[in-house]
C-alpha cells in the first residue's frame, strides 16, 4: 500500500494525474489517501477514496479557489485577489517598478496569497503585444523591460502557479465583458481612453485578436486626414486629439485666447493634467466642459465608424478620460448618433464601464479562471 501526503484534495488529484488512466484505475479502487489534516485536526486519519470522489473533491477547491489579476499597465501596479465569480476580495497597490517588474509581482502574489492560500491561477495584464499562444510578450513600448526576456516562465517559476499573460486593453474589456458594464452581451466593442487609447473587440464571447494579435487599435483611427503627426506615424488619428495628454495639449492652445477659465487661474501656478480639466468641468467651468464636450466628439466620430463597421451590440468606454461621466458621454453619443448610420446605431448600447482602475486586474484573473476551468474539464 502506498501513501501519499496532501495538503488539500487538488494534491491527490494531481497524484494520480501523474499515472496512465490503467495504472491510475489500479491505483484507486484501493487508493489510501495519508491526510495530514494539521490545521484542523490534532491528530492523524486515513481517508479511503475512489477515484470519482476524488474528482469531485477537485472540482470542488477548484470553484472554492481564488484567483489573483495584476495590472502592470501605468504608473501603479494593482494587485487583486479576485473570487471565481469576479468579486474582489483584497488589493495591492505599489509605484511600478519598471525594471523589477516580475520580482514585484511576485511579492504582491505572495502577499494576496497569504490572505487566501487557495489561489488557482494568476493573469497579468501587460502593455504591449502579447502572444498567447507562446505566452510571450512580442513588444511593449511603454514597458519594455516585460518584452526582453521570458517573463511568463519567470512568474510561473517565481510563483509555482499557473500564469496567463494578455494585452492590457485586451484585459481590461474582458473584465468588463464578464463582470461590468459588457454583462449580458455576446459582443462587445471597448474602448481604454486614457494616457493612451486602446481598444479590444469581443465577438461571440470571445476576444477578437486579428491575424497579428492588433486587432482593436481604435485610438489609431483617422478623425482629421490634415490632423498633427501621431506616434504611429499616421496623421489626426483619434489618439492625437483625445488621449489625456492631448486634452491638456488643446486645453493649453485655446486658453492663450481665452483666460476667463478657471483652469487659466490653475494653468499659471502649475501644469494641469486632464483630471484637472474633468474636476474644473465638474465644478461648472464653462471652458473646461467645452473642452471635455468637443473631446467627445472626436470620441464619437470614431465611435461611429465601429459601429458603421461592426454593427455590434454594446460599446463601453473606460480610462481615466471617462472619469467625466456624463460630461463626456453625452457628447461621445449624440455625436456617434449624428454619424453612424441609423439602423446600425439603434441596435448599439454605449455605456461607460463600471469596473474602474479594477478593470485589468479582474479581467486578467477571469481571464486565467477560464483558461483554468478549461484546462481541467
Ligand atoms: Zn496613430
Avoid at 472626436?298 to 454594446?314: K, P
Wanted: net charge positive.
Amino acid at each position: 500500500m502506498r501513501f501519499f501526503s496532501i495538503r488539500n484534495p487538488k494534491s491527490a488529484f494531481r497524484i494520480l494525474k501523474g499515472h496512465s488512466t490503467r495504472r491510475r484505475a489500479c491505483l484507486t479502487v484501493p487508493l489510501t489517501v495519508y491526510y495530514n489534516a494539521r490545521a484542523s485536526y490534532r491528530g492523524k486519519f486515513i481517508l479511503r477514496l475512489r477515484l470519482k470522489d476524488l474528482k469531485k473533491m477537485a472540482q470542488s477547491a477548484q470553484s472554492a479557489a481564488n484567483f489573483i489579476g495584476v495590472d502592470v499597465s501605468g504608473a501603479t501596479l494593482r494587485a487583486a485577489l479576485v473570487t471565481s465569480d469576479g468579486q474582489v476580495v483584497e488589493r495591492r497597490e505599489a509605484p511600478l517598478q519598471r525594471d523589477a517588474v516580475v520580482a514585484q509581482v511576485a511579492r504582491a502574489v505572495t502577499e494576496l496569497r497569504d490572505a487566501s492560500p487557495n489561489i488557482a491561477a494568476i493573469g497579468v495584464g501587460i502593455p504591449g503585444l502579447v502572444n498567447r499562444q507562446t505566452d510571450r510578450v512580442l513588444v511593449s513600448t511603454d514597458l519594455p523591460s516585460v518584452a526582453r526576456g521570458d517573463i511568463h516562465a519567470e512568474l510561473v517559476k517565481a510563483t509555482g502557479l499557473r500564469v496567463e499573460l494578455e494585452n492590457d486593453a485586451n484585459a481590461a474589456a474582458y473584465g468588463e465583458f464578464k463582470v461590468g458594464a459588457g454583462r449580458g452581451s455576446r459582443d462587445m466593442f471597448f474602448a481604454t481612453i486614457g494616457a493612451g487609447i486602446g481598444g479590444a473587440i469581443i465577438l461571440d464571447g470571445k476576444l477578437w485578436l486579428g491575424a497579428s494579435g492588433f486587432a482593436g487599435e481604435f485610438g489609431h483611427i483617422t478623425i482629421d486626414a490634415e490632423g498633427i503627426e501621431c506616434m504611429c506615424g499616421n496623421a489626426g488619428c483619434l489618439e492625437t486629439v483625445a488621449s489625456a495628454p492631448n486634452i491638456v495639449r488643446r486645453a493649453n492652445e485655446r486658453l492663450y485666447r481665452d483666460n476667463t477659465s478657471s483652469l487659466s487661474k490653475l494653468a499659471m501656478n502649475k501644469e494641469f493634467t486632464a483630471t484637472d480639466i474633468v474636476n474644473e468641468a465638474k465644478d461648472g467651468d464653462d471652458f473646461s466642459l467645452m473642452m471635455l464636450e468637443r473631446t467627445g466628439k472626436y470620441i464619437g466620430a470614431a465611435v461611429a465608424s465601429v459601429i458603421n463597421l461592426l454593427n455590434i451590440e454594446r460599446i463601453v468606454l473606460g480610462g481615466g478620460v471617462m472619469e467625466a461621466g456624463d460630461l463626456i458621454l453625452d457628447s461621445i453619443i449624440r455625436e456617434a448618433e449624428r454619424r453612424a448610420f441609423q439602423p446600425c446605431f439603434e441596435s448599439t448600447q454605449i455605456f461607460a464601464a463600471a469596473l474602474g482602475t479594477d478593470a485589468v486586474s479582474i479581467g486578467a484573473a477571469m481571464l486565467a479562471r477560464d483558461v483554468a476551468q478549461t484546462a481541467a474539464a
